[in-house]
């Protein structure tokens, strides 16, 4: 691990005008990626800025009828919320679903949307990847790529988006709000945050230079039946090949939203108009335009197993 500065930020636009104007610096608060990355010498920040003590660590209603959750929520506290079980079951499931106890422990709201891939080839540093060194390739497309994904891919990237929590937040038409260096503040709806890989896959958010997460909002509840699946290699501590949030009505409409198979949850709500006529129908229009490699073209029908299987559980 590289020599690094170390400071805490005293409010939250405190720690985003530092991040803006100090070279090469990172916010840190369970660190659970962090700290995994800088070890590995693929993060190497010359400044670590702590907010872990800003007070960003609570969950209120808004005068919407929602909620909002700071962005230092430790996911183990979000998942227990009684509101949170109650009203987006989703929510609770896919984060019980995700990591340990322990890092559930650790991590928080905001770190866990920006957690990076886990990609083998981004974890190498031996290996070319565009998304840890721009322009140097991609060892992916043509490699090993059976975690990797199928949707939303590029000619420079194939990586996966990691989080399980991400998945359900856009189900849940969930916003993330934010302070600039300036000070200014403004709300991105989930389905902006996340970018696909196009040519810059370095680039995972639409977040500016230095903006700090200070928040996630959920809407107003919208009941239903409400089913996170997982499939993976081991029962825990594993990341998705494939995951499935859905929201599901008693008239068979519903929502839905992918995990695994995209550089960011995977959501078209145009889609989920098929959800009524069943999981066939609904995984080929979110699945279309899929360019699936070799290794992972299993994925197109894993995705409608796993959904076949969450709507039954939604329809008892």
Known sequence: MKPFTYERAKSPAEAASRAAAVNNARFI????????????????PAHLIDVNGL?????????????????????????????????????SRALLAGASGQLRNKATTAGNLLQRTRCPYFYDPAQPCNKRQPGSGCSAIGGFSRQLGVIGVSEACIATHPSDMAV????????????????????????????????RPEIDTTLDHG?????????????????YRK???????????VSVAAIV?????????LGGVAHKP?????????????????????????KPTEENAFKL????????????????
């Open 301 to 316: 029908t894993l995705v409608e197993r796993t959904l076949s299987a969450v709507l039954m559980d939604a329809r008892g």
């Open 266 to 290: 995977w959501r078209v709500e145009k889609a989920e108009a098929e959800l009524p006529r069943g999981a066939k129908a609904t995984t080929a229009a979110l699945l279309d335009g899929a």
């Open 249 to 257: 009505q008693p008239d068979g409409t519903g929502r839905v939203a």
């Open 168 to 199: 359900a937040m856009r189900a849940l038409d969930a916003a993330v709000e934010t302070v600039k260096p300036d000070g200014q503040t403004r709300t991105i709806p989930i389905a902006d945050f996340h970018r696909l890989p196009e040519d």
């Open 29 to 44: 608060a369970g660190g659970t990626n962090l700290l995994d990355l800088m070890k590995l010498e693929i993060e190497t």
């Open 55 to 91: 007070g960003l660590d609570t969950i209120e209603p808004t005068e919407a009828g929602g909620l909002r959750i700071g962005a230092l929520v430790r996911n183990t506290d979000l998942a227990a919320d009684p509101r949170v079980r109650r009203d987006y079951a989703v929510l």
């Open 211 to 227: 903006e700090f997460i200070t928040a996630v909002t959920l809407p107003p509840p919208v009941g239903g039946q409400q089913v």
């Open 231 to 241: 499939v993976r290699d081991r029962a825990s501590y594993a990341f998705a090949i």
